[in-house]
């Protein structure tokens, strides 16, 4: 290929690398892959470096859009690991803006009569690096939970907190301005469509996360999918919907101690196992 078109390629590239730089790492990886088959190692090599400007400079943009700056907080134990230097969302501010708080009776917005366990165990927000990637390390919170993504001490996450309400808009409301958390990490390894599996309210928006296209093998820190919490809630209207686009109630993923359809057995969760024989999954 002729350099001056290896060139302009380049630059192409580099701008859509900007403009789209809040993609998904998959779909920024992808987007590099196309991109070493047309232009030089070196080149490829300037791209990638471009691409992670980018997306430092896109992160920045973003919370700069909410009026939302990153806040380091040293009180915190887990900024004092090692190299890692680590900045904090305040996912309060942000969550005034879709009418959310975690005013919960107890503790960091854990409301122990509907909550099936707290924010720094599990659904909780996480601490991130500066590069905005989510600090992994071992459980320290109230002796519980396991090795995994870091609590930051702020409650439970905003799709959480959206989710909780069992309000469809507001959940819709938020992913129609941030797709991407439709895949957000929270404590104990728990994405959107577990956390609607940790409560009567959230089943309701698990249809949501689906269609918003929401990871369905989707593995938390437990090696559970979104339809072990369902079994483990004994929660019928998110389950059906998880099994009817495509989970196996009876799959018990690598690592896991159960299937669905076993933990609803040895915790007699009976609307759960109605729900599965009502669809052929369960005699």
Request: proline fraction near 5%; hydrophobic fraction near 35%.
């Amino acid at each position: 290929m002729p350099k001056q078109v290896r060139q302009v390629l380049l630059l192409l590239l580099l701008l859509e690398a900007t403009l789209v730089s809040s993609f998904s790492p998959f779909e920024r990886q992808v987007q590099v892959q196309q991109a070493g088959s047309l232009l030089s190692p070196h080149q490829t090599h300037r791209l990638r470096r471009c691409q992670g400007r980018a997306r430092a400079v896109s992160r920045s943009s973003y919370l700069d859009s909410l009026a939302i700056i990153p806040t380091n907080a040293p009180e915190h134990p887990s900024l004092k690991r090692g190299d890692d230097s680590a900045s904090t969302l305040d996912v309060d501010e942000l969550a005034k803006k879709y009418g959310l708080t975690r005013d919960g009776p107890g503790r960091e917005g854990y409301d122990e009569a509907s909550d099936a366990v707290g924010p720094g165990i599990y659904g909780g927000s996480v601490l991130l690096s500066n590069s905005g990637d989510v600090v992994h390390g071992d459980a320290e919170y109230e002796d519980h939970g396991r090795p995994g993504p870091k609590y930051d001490g702020r409650g439970y996450s905003l799709m959480t907190r959206a989710i909780q309400t069992g309000e469809g808009e507001i959940v819709k409301s938020i992913l129609r301005d941030f797709p991407h958390l439709v895949h957000e990490v929270t404590t104990g390894g728990g994405r959107p469509l577990h956390n609607a599996g940790m409560s009567s309210n959230g089943q309701h928006c698990a249809q949501i996360l689906i269609d918003h296209g929401a990871d369905l093998h989707a593995l938390d820190a437990y090696n559970y999918n979104a339809l072990h919490r369902m079994a483990s809630n004994d929660l019928d209207i998110g389950a059906e919907a998880l099994v009817k686009a495509g989970l196996d109630p009876n799959f018990k993923p690598g690592g896991a101690t159960d299937s669905p359809i076993e933990i609803a057995q040895k915790q007699r969760n009976v609307k759960f196992l109605m729900c599965m024989q009502r669809l052929g999954f369960y005699d």
